[in-house]
């Protein structure tokens, strides 16, 4: 096999981070796609959350057997068929007329593909190619959910020009013409199967270099059962149950909460995008952090920011200035940015090796979870649901605190800011 002249895994990098960028796009674009089917049906906005629910279910239904078939089949054949099934389930609920088309359609179908093509599948890769620089790779891959969400006012003017249901045809062909071919020529599971190393060292390296103090290299080949009895295992469990009500109520009604709080939909879109505008410099920041700082360090910090612009939310209302817009998008942005590439490098740190796609499916059904519970909320009492969230982000960096300190053994006090909260599981807010 003739020698690369460049490290492989920096194109890995990049198909992933355009994996991301689509399927953190057509999961926001829900935002403006459910105030059309609420103009179109009639439904109530209780109805058309559960459309949101049955994909956040699909998807984690699926996460352990999509990890399971990363382990064995590899992403060349896995995220292909992820990006046929997203492509199809779009294109086919452009056509739905009935609400179970809805949850056949794009609740099943696009949730089965975005499992196969999301989060799991793209950090078990990542942690073959990368070890020392793991966090930083995987902040670089996942700018691609930052850059993701500016497809929500692209959503918005399809919907206004041609409507939603040429505008969900157009998305999934997007898809079939892109992520399809690209993951299908172009993955490689690892840097050996090429005749390189992780993070690009040479061949004629006698050992890997050192890795860094804050990263903790797994100590043994970790089974699914040794894992399912593990304290990180459940403590990682806790917090991507906490992070996915986190996420289910912010990009459920956000867009919503805009509109009631004096925007237009397009300005609302516009404006929720700028979260993703924030993303796009921070997510590289806190991974490049991780490897630095540490993974728990890093994330309380990413936490405590991310409640700030929560707040920023919920103050907002017809009166309120401009500005403060644009600081609920900067402060929710810069801070949610820290998820990704913290919680991916710290399960990749403690469970990587040949079962790593099989245990972070496992993990994913929690996150899951918390993306499908119903959130329904009546527009004058959205910020209800914000302040609920609240309770779910600070849970997630605690968690993440108990799961990277507990795993070497370490104990101490969280930040009273977010130790003194207490231990929430979002209900439905009516």
């Given at each position: 096999m003739?020698?690369?002249?460049?490290?492989?895994?920096?194109?890995?990098?990049?198909?992933?981070?355009?994996?991301?960028?689509?399927?953190?796009?057509?999961?926001?674009?829900?935002?403006?796609?459910?105030?059309?089917?609420?103009?179109?049906?009639?439904?109530?906005?209780?109805?058309?959350?559960?459309?949101?629910?049955?994909?956040?279910?699909?998807?984690?239904?699926?996460?352990?057997?999509?990890?399971?078939?990363?382990?064995?089949?590899?992403?060349?054949?896995?995220?292909?068929?992820?990006?046929?099934?997203?492509?199809?389930?779009?294109?086919?609920?452009?056509?739905?007329?009935?609400?179970?088309?809805?949850?056949?359609?794009?609740?099943?179908?696009?949730?089965?593909?975005?499992?196969?093509?999301?989060?799991?599948?793209?950090?078990?890769?990542?942690?073959?190619?990368?070890?020392?620089r793991r966090g930083t790779a995987l902040g670089f891959a996942t700018m691609g959910l930052g850059f993701g969400i500016l497809i929500v006012p692209v959503a918005q003017v399809l919907i206004t020009r041609y409507g939603w249901r040429a505008a969900l045809v157009l998305l999934g062909a997007t898809v079939l013409v892109s992520l399809v071919p690209l993951n299908a020529v172009l993955q490689r599971r690892r840097p050996e199967d090429i005749g390189q190393l992780p993070d690009g060292d040479p061949m004629t390296a006698a050992a890997p270099a050192a890795a860094s103090p804050h990263r903790r290299a797994p100590h043994r080949e970790w089974t699914l059962p040794a894992a399912l009895s593990s304290f990180p295992f459940w403590a990682i469990a806790m917090g991507h149950l906490a992070l996915g009500v986190g996420l289910s109520l912010m990009y459920t009604h956000a867009v919503a909460h805009l509109i009631?709080?004096?925007?237009?939909?397009?300005?609302?879109?516009?404006?929720?995008?700028?979260?993703?505008?924030?993303?796009?410099?921070?997510?590289?920041?806190?991974?490049?952090?991780?490897?630095?700082?540490?993974?728990?360090?890093?994330?309380?910090?990413?936490?405590?920011?991310?409640?700030?612009?929560?707040?920023?939310?919920m103050?907002?209302?017809?009166?309120?200035?401009?500005?403060?817009?644009?600081?609920?998008?900067?402060?929710?942005?810069?801070?949610?940015?820290?998820?990704?590439?913290?919680?991916?490098?710290?399960?990749?740190?403690?469970?990587?090796?040949?079962?790593?796609?099989?245990?972070?499916?496992?993990?994913?059904?929690?996150?899951?979870?918390?993306?499908?519970?119903?959130?329904?909320?009546?527009?004058?009492?959205?910020?209800r649901s914000t302040a609920s969230s609240i309770t779910a982000w600070a849970e997630a960096a605690r968690s993440m605190w108990r799961c990277v300190n507990g795993s070497s053994g370490r104990r101490g006090a969280l930040p009273n800011s977010v130790s003194n909260l207490p231990l929430v599981i979002v209900s439905p807010v009516q």
């Open positions: 003739a020698r690369r002249p460049f490290f492989y895994g920096y194109v890995i990098v990049g198909i992933c981070f355009l994996n991301m960028v689509l399927m953190r796009g057509i999961l926001a674009s829900f935002s403006v796609f459910n105030v059309a089917l609420l103009d179109a049906f009639q439904w109530s906005r209780a109805t058309t959350a559960t459309i949101a629910s049955v994909n956040g279910i699909a998807y984690s239904a699926s996460s352990p057997l999509v990890g399971w078939a990363y382990d064995r089949l590899g992403p060349r054949i896995l995220m292909p068929l992820g990006g046929l099934l997203i492509g199809v389930g779009l294109a086919l609920a452009g056509g739905s007329t009935t609400l179970w088309q809805f949850y056949l359609y794009y609740g099943l179908l696009v949730g089965l593909g975005i499992g196969c093509i999301g989060f799991v599948s793209n950090t078990a890769l990542l942690s073959h190619w990368f070890r020392r009631h709080g004096g925007l237009d939909p397009l300005a609302a879109a516009s404006a929720f995008s700028l979260v993703g505008v924030a993303r796009i410099p921070g997510t590289a920041i806190w991974g490049f952090a991780s490897d630095r700082l540490g993974r728990d360090r890093a994330y309380r910090i990413g936490t405590l920011i991310t409640l700030g612009g929560i707040g920023m939310l103050a907002l209302g017809p009166e309120a200035p401009r500005w403060w817009f644009v600081a609920f998008a900067v402060l929710y942005g810069v801070g949610h940015s820290a998820g990704n590439p913290t919680f991916g490098s710290t399960i990749a740190d403690i469970f990587g090796g040949k079962n790593v796609g099989t245990i972070f499916g496992f993990l994913e059904i929690t996150f899951g979870i918390g993306v499908g519970m119903p959130v329904s909320a009546r527009s004058e009492r959205v910020s």
